[in-house]
């Protein structure tokens, strides 16, 4: 149960490169309410210091900034795909309604709006957003890596607000930037 909201944390923690503040020192913050435990765990980290662990760590499918993204069989031109959607015109992209799970993803006003709402299981709401001026600072090198350090480096340009929120029967999560 522990090891999952850790995961989950870890997880909005590196979503949480969506928005940036208009001036001083970006601040990003993660609120994890655990239910069954009445664990609450609340994050509240410059964007700075951030950047700075992101590029001293090395573990696993994690170096310095670069998460693997173990597609090592698939010939895909992510620059390619990520300009497409920016210059996609609003609309609904992806409607999925099943009976494990309802999945939204959708482009509104500027902004991709990921919505997954689990109908079986923990019956888990996911809501992502993603300014499409981000698509600018995806990058997957070569070795297909994406590079979160830059990522984050580009939350200078984006608003601030939410990013990610899940709500679910065994925890909550808020990720977002100000």
């Not at 099943?98 to 993803?105: K, M, Q, R």
């Not at 709402?117 to 600072?137: C, L, Q, R, S, Y």
């Amino acid at each position: 149960m522990t090891r999952k909201i850790t995961a989950i944390a870890a997880a909005a923690i590196l979503f949480a490169g969506f928005a940036v503040a208009t001036e001083g020192t970006r601040w990003v913050n993660v609120n994890v309410t655990e239910h069954s435990e009445g664990t609450n765990v609340e994050v509240h980290l410059p964007l700075n210091l951030v950047l700075s662990v992101l590029k001293s760590v090395d573990v696993d499918n994690f170096h310095r900034g670069h998460i693997d993204l173990d597609i090592d069989d698939a010939d895909v031109d992510w620059a390619e795909i990520f300009a497409a959607v920016k210059d996609a015109p609003d609309g609904q992209f992806v409607t999925v309604n099943s009976p494990d799970a309802n999945v939204s993803v959708r482009k509104q006003g500027g902004t991709l709006l990921i919505d997954v709402n689990e109908i079986e299981g923990d019956h888990g709401k996911v809501k992502v957003t993603v300014p499409v001026e981000f698509m600018d600072a995806l990058l997957v090198n070569e070795s297909s890596q994406i590079d979160v350090a830059a990522l984050l480096e580009s939350f200078d340009r984006l608003p601030n607000g939410d990013l990610v929120t899940v709500e679910s029967d065994e925890a909550n999560v808020r990720v977002w930037i100000e």
